[in-house]
C-alpha cells in the first residue's frame, strides 16, 4: 500500500557528505512514522534514523551526531543528511515508514540505495 522509492546514493569520498532520498506515496504521509535503515555486506540491516509522525527524532548510536533525518509532509518525503562520512558507512540505505494498526506495526520498505564511501 505504501510505496517508498530512494534516490541520492553514490561514491563519496571519507569525510564527505551525501543526502538521500526518499519519495513515499499510497499513505497518509503525515500519519506515518519514517526511518533510515542500513545494510552493509555481511552484515544485518540496523537502524540508523526515525522521524516520528509528530516530528520527533531518534538517531542510533553508529552514525548519532553524524545525520539529520528530517521530513517534508507537504511533498512526501524524508531526508538523510550524512555528514563525515566513513568508510564503514558503506552500505545499501533504506527508506522505511512504519505505522501501528490494532496494536501491531506494519512496515513498509523501499529498494535501497547504495552509498559506497571510498578515496
Known amino acids: 500500500q505504501v510505496q517508498l522509492v530512494e534516490s541520492g546514493g553514490g561514491l563519496v569520498q571519507p569525510g564527505g557528505s551525501l543526502t538521500l532520498h526518499c519519495a513515499a506515496s499510497?499513505?497518509?504521509?503525515?500519519?506515518?512514522?519514517m526511518a533510515w535503515y542500513r545494510q552493509a555486506p555481511g552484515r544485518e540491516r540496523a537502524l540508523v534514523a526515525t522521524v516520528t509522525n509528530g516530528g520527533f527524532t531518534y538517531y542510533a548510536d553508529a552514525m548519532k551526531g553524524r545525520v539529520t533525518i528530517s521530513r517534508d509532509n507537504v511533498e512526501n518525503t524524508v531526508n538523510l543528511q550524512m555528514d563525515s562520512l566513513k568508510p564503514e558507512d558503506a552500505a545499501v540505505y533504506y527508506c522505511?515508514?512504519?505505522?501501528?494498526?490494532?496494536?501491531?506495526?506494519?512496515?513498509?520498505w523501499g529498494q535501497g540505495t547504495q552509498v559506497t564511501v571510498v578515496s
Open positions: 499510497g499513505y497518509d504521509f503525515g500519519a506515518l512514522h
Open positions: 522505511n515508514a512504519f505505522r501501528s494498526i490494532q496494536g501491531s506495526t506494519v512496515n513498509w
